[in-house]
């Protein structure tokens, strides 16, 4: 139900009608026409390209072949006018009987509408927050965990078939530094006077009840092992609790990963699956033995003085060549991403998507070379960046480390102004853009609060048949019946809203192809700005309220309009994985 697609083909019917030949006599290429609503609303319901992407080609005057393709376009029986404007765009205007035809359809449609098949199935894996098992969730994972949330549902929406998937670092450095920070706080539980926390350990008060627990646990013994028998124990207790907690405050989020992908198997049986996917790079020519040159600026910790195995990466678009083997004989972090996105390729996705902290930005070209040399053209790989979020109180900035333990959690935010709020407004912004947080303004009742507004316009849509269900004395009302009154709707404010509703479906394509979830927040919160603009009209002037006793075929239309309104708010509250209340207090 996209009438941007469904015009555009109409548009490219009326262009074969003109039997146009580019210079050497073929069919000019139609892929460049688009239709899309007018940047000013008085000009029309949709403006057209055509004319202008065909006039060079074809040899011909943009604003004469503009003409010619406006009058063909008048034949079109839901086509009121077609005008030209500037140096050869063609506006169209609707009949109203369209947009009364597409609320009837869109209701018909319910919260399905903006479902569509545009993804074709396509496998996508959208890895997204992905924070080292370390301890609780702070507020800098928050806005990678909502963005690669909400754009998962998204592409679901939009017809891919997507998996949701957190890696779980559990290989490495800070694991070891977790474990050694765990097992201080099991001596402590034992009755150790520990003092200060060392520097380099993690100081988080978060650590106490898994001391606790092993000290349950086990008692004395870890005390009396090995030192490295007892650590591995520690590290795998500690890994599981704090995977716990981050589930939790996830969960207190929204956000539910199909799949949680441990890096530990990646190493696991002498790191069959890393030492794999090296050789299938070795065997495609992108592995070679040699010397990095020194970097300029500050040095990668991967980087070493010494012929050392490599990745050629910059015959496949990368701004330097990858160490793959340390000189211990261990594997790099950049080792176990080759083996992670050769499994990726192996489970059959096409579409691989990394949400990343902007501190990630030189992962990029690395991720997209290694992509081109596992697997060619077969895959897309897509790295989305996204910068910080500032947290503000009281007119002051909220200070966070998470090696001091003074860091603000994502669980005290939520608990402080609602899952809703952070979520909705983590998508306020486009991804790559800083976002300032501020407490006082995400929780204030006014339009000047974007997801206050969106869920007030949910709820007056609800109140809305309350109120008609105790002025006409009817208990329920049928989707059907209100749909069979659509034609009674001729006010110019209540089919703005019906072409502000058939924006959706274009919406809903737009923002998957494009990986931008943040359009989905601007699309409602400019939804609920049109509902509330005609819900004051009708305050201003009662024949355009809502509900009108004397005239029950009227009402009806217009509770179909309220019902069509409340579909997509819903739906898009539900992808951006908010509630869409029925009232407010």
């Known amino acids: 139900m996209n009438i941007f697609a469904d015009f555009n083909a109409r548009i490219v019917k009326a262009v074969e009608t003109l039997d146009l030949r580019d210079k050497e006599g073929g069919v000019p290429d139609l892929s460049r026409i688009a239709v899309e609503p007018p940047r000013d609303a008085t000009h029309g319901d949709l403006a057209i390209n055509a004319a202008m992407v065909l006039a060079k080609p074809t040899g011909q005057n943009p ?140 100081p988080g008060d978060y650590l106490v009840p898994v001391g606790e627990a092993l000290a349950r646990e086990f008692g004395g013994k870890l005390l009396k092992m090995p030192e490295d028998e007892a650590l591995a124990i520690v590290k795998d207790r500690t890994i599981d609790a704090m995977m716990v907690m981050i589930r939790e405050d996830l969960a207190l989020l929204n956000v539910h990963h199909d799949v949680f992908f441990s890096e530990r198997t990646l190493h696991a049986d002498n790191a069959r699956k890393i030492r794999s996917a090296i050789n299938d790079l070795t065997l495609k020519g992108h592995i070679y033995k040699g010397k990095l040159p020194p970097p300029k600026g500050e040095k990668p910790d991967d980087w070493e003085d010494r012929e050392q195995t490599l990745f050629r990466s910059t015959a496949v678009g990368d701004d330097m060549d990858r160490a793959l083997v340390k000189s211990d004989g261990s594997f790099t972090y950049f080792a176990a991403d080759v083996a992670y996105l050769k499994d990726k390729v192996e489970r059959g996705f096409v579409d691989l998507i990394y949400v990343l902290g902007a501190d990630h930005g030189g992962y990029v070209k690395r991720l997209e070379a290694l992509a081109r040399a596992v697997a060619g053209d077969t895959v897309n790989l897509t790295v989305l960046l996204c910068n ?60 000047d609060n ?47 809203l019906v ?42 002037n009662p024949d355009l309220r809502f509900v009108k006793v004397n005239d029950r075929q009227l009402t009806h239309a217009r509770l179909g309009l309220v019902q069509a309104v409340s579909d997509v708010l819903t739906s898009g509250l539900t992808l951006i994985g908010a509630d869409a209340p029925t009232e407010m207090r």
């Open 499 to 540: 072409r502000k509703l058939a924006e959706y479906p274009r919406l809903i394509e737009s923002a998957a192809l494009s990986l931008e979830p943040h359009r989905l927040a601007f699309y409602l919160y400019d939804l609920a700005s049109a509902f509330h603009g005609h819900w004051n009209r009708g305050t201003d």
């Open 450 to 496: 974007p997801v206050f507004y969106v869920q007030y316009a949910s709820a007056r849509c609800h109140s809305v048949f309350r109120q008609a269900s105790e002025q006409l004395g009817e208990a329920n009302f049928d989707r059907n019946s209100l749909a069979a009154a659509s034609a009674s709707l001729t006010d110019e404010g209540e089919l703005g």
């Open 63 to 202: 604003r004469a072949l503009a003409e010619r393709l406006a009058a063909a376009l008048r034949e079109d029986k839901d086509i009121a006018s077609a005008e030209i404007a500037g140096p050869g765009f063609v506006n169209l205007k609707l009949r109203d009987g369209f947009w009364q035809a597409h609320l009837t359809a869109l209701l018909g449609e319910g919260r399905n509408y903006g479902r569509s098949k545009i993804g074709g199935g396509r496998k996508a894996n959208v890895e997204y927050v992905s924070a080292n098992p370390t301890g609780p969730m702070h507020v800098g994972h928050c806005r990678g965990a909502v963005v690669g949330d909400t754009l998962a549902n998204l592409m679901a929406f939009a017809g891919y078939d997507v998996t949701k998937e957190y890696v779980i670092n559990d290989a490495g450095a800070q694991i070891d530094v977790l474990g050694r920070s765990a097992m201080l706080r099991y001596r402590q539980a034992l009755g150790e006077e520990i003092g200060e926390i060392p520097p380099g350990l993690y």
């Open 388 to 447: 910080l979020v500032k947290l503000f109180r009281d007119g002051e900035p909220v200070r966070m480390g998470k090696r001091t333990g003074n860091f603000v959690t994502l669980r005290e935010v939520i608990e402080e102004v609602g899952r809703d709020a952070v979520r909705f407004m983590m998508l306020y912004r486009k991804s790559d853009a800083p976002l300032d947080f501020d407490f006082a303004k995400v929780t204030e009742q006014s339009k």
